[in-house]
């Protein structure tokens, strides 16, 4: 920090006009720029294990509904019903949204199914053996330090990462296996 200089270099953006908030800098010698600072005071934080995540289960038997109910409409009479181009198109539109929403609807998934729901390879057991015994020994290495605790805990981490690219390494051994031969679902 030199005397000569006028004002902050750092800024602090918010794009919420609702938020209460102040803010300043903290005159410290931790380092030769002066750290900025900004406090909210009514800022609602939601809590990260009740968001929900919404993803469409596209199967082929879901597929074929919707390809069953696009037959099943009459589009004649979706274009011949008005005469604006614009009309028609939001008409149409509006049918295929509903079709689809329908055979293939949103389902809600917690943050702990939708991570999960991206890696099929991970089992019930696996997550089971990463939240008892390895969660349990990183605690008890917080609190104790203890140089044998992190030795079972590196060891344990390194079995369960070996065993999960196993798993991974099965699950897309089996996934090649059932599509051999269809080049286009490889």
Known sequence: MTGSCKGPIDNIFINNIFVDCSSGILISDLSDQLPVFQILSNLKIPNPKMISYKKRKVTKENINKLRNAIQNINWEYLGNSVNDVDDAYSNFQET???????????????????????????????????????????????????????ARYRYYRNQLNKLKNILKKKYYERQFEITNGNIKQT
Not at 97 to 103: E, F, P, R, V
Not at 117 to 127: A, L, Q, R, Y
Not at 134 to 144: A, D, E, G, T
């Open 96 to 150: 295929f949204l509903s079709l689809y929403n329908t055979c293939i609807p949103e389902k809600n998934y917690s943050k702990k199914d939708y991570k999960t729901s991206n890696k099929p390879w991970i089992t019930k057991g696996f997550i089971k053996s990463t939240r008892i015994k390895l969660n349990k020994l990183y605690k008890r290495i917080l609190n104790n330090g203890n140089e044998e605790l992190k």
